[in-house]
C-alpha cells in the first residue's frame, strides 16, 4: 500500500512537472531537450521522502534549467551572444535583455520566474533569503560555461587541471545542492550560508566525481558531438604517447582518491 501511494505522489508529480515545461515554451522556441522524465528522476533521487512533494518539483524545475541553458551555450548562441548573456545575468535584470535573441531572453525570464517562486517559498517556510545564494550559483555556472564556449570555440584545449577546474562548476552539482539545501531549510545561519556560498569540499568532491564518471562514459554512450570536451581527452594531449587505458585508469584512480575525502569532511 505504501508502494501504491508514493508511486500515486510521483506520477502526479511528474504531470505537474509536464504541465509547467508545456506552458513554459523553451522545448519549441529552442528545439532544445525535451526531457522532464529525466530530470524528474534527479529529483525523486535525491528527495526521497514522500513529505517532499513540493521540493522535488522545485528541484526539477531548476535542473530542466540547467538543461536548457547547457544547451544554448553548447549548440545555439555565438560567442557574442553568449558573452552578453552572461553580462546580463550578472547583473540579474530583465528589463536590461533587450540586445539579446529571444530564446535567451525567455530562458531569462524563466530562471528569473523559477528563482523568485523558490526564494518566496524558503521565505514563507523558513523565514529566510536565499535570492543572493541562488543568484551567484547560477552566475557562476554562466561564467563556467562561457569560459568552455571560449575553449572550444577558439580551439585552445585546456590543461587537464583547468578543465577539471572549471568543469567541477558546469557539471551542475554546485546548482543542484544549493537548491536543495535551501528547499530543506538549512540556510538558518550566515555560517551555513558562507559555507554553501564557497563551494565547500563535499559539493566540489561530488561535482569532480559525476563529471569524471560521464566524461569516462555515459557521454560517449549518449552520442554526444563532443563540444564539451572530455578530461580523458584534455590528459592524452598532455601526455602524447600515453595509450587509452592507461589515461581511464588515471581516472579511475582519480575517482578513487576523490571518494577517500568524504571520510574527513566535517559539518557544522
Known amino acids: 500500500m505504501d508502494f501504491n501511494l508514493v508511486q500515486s505522489l510521483h506520477q502526479k508529480e511528474i504531470a505537474h512537472v509536464s504541465n509547467w515545461w508545456k506552458q513554459l515554451g523553451l522545448a519549441t522556441e529552442l528545439v532544445a531537450r525535451d526531457q522532464p522524465m529525466k530530470w524528474y528522476i534527479w529529483s525523486m533521487a535525491c528527495l526521497t521522502d514522500p513529505t517532499l512533494s513540493e521540493q522535488r518539483i522545485d528541484l526539477t524545475k531548476a535542473i530542466s534549467l540547467f538543461y536548457v541553458i547547457d544547451d544554448v551555450f553548447d549548440v545555439y548562441g555565438t560567442l557574442d551572444e553568449l558573452t552578453f548573456f552572461v553580462q546580463a545575468v550578472e547583473r540579474w ?34 523565514g529566510q ?16 560555461f562561457l569560459v568552455e564556449a571560449r575553449w572550444f570555440g577558439s580551439g585552445k584545449s585546456p590543461t587537464a587541471k583547468e578543465y577539471l577546474e572549471n568543469g567541477i562548476i558546469s557539471s551542475g552539482v554546485h546548482i543542484v545542492l544549493v537548491h536543495i539545501f535551501f528547499l530543506l531549510g538549512f540556510g538558518s545561519t550566515d555560517r551555513n550560508v558562507e559555507i554553501i556560498d564557497n563551494n565547500p569540499s563535499i559539493i566540489s568532491t561530488t561535482a569532480a566525481i559525476l563529471h569524471l ?47 577517500k575525502v568524504f571520510p574527513g569532511i566535517h559539518f557544522p
Open 93 to 126: 535584470d530583465c528589463g536590461e535583455s533587450d540586445g539579446l535573441p529571444d530564446y535567451m531572453k525567455l530562458c531569462f525570464k524563466a530562471l528569473d520566474d523559477i528563482t523568485n517562486e523558490i526564494r518566496q517559498k524558503v521565505h514563507k517556510e523558513y
Open 213 to 259: 564518471w560521464d566524461d569516462l562514459g555515459s557521454a560517449k554512450d549518449e552520442n554526444q558531438d563532443g563540444h564539451d570536451g572530455s578530461y580523458v581527452d584534455c590528459y592524452m594531449k598532455e601526455h602524447q604517447g600515453i595509450e587509452i587505458e592507461s589515461a581511464r585508469q588515471h581516472v579511475i584512480d582519480m575517482i578513487s582518491d576523490a571518494w
Open 129 to 144: 533569503n536565499p535570492i543572493d545564494s541562488l543568484r551567484k550559483a547560477w552566475i557562476t555556472l554562466f561564467r563556467a
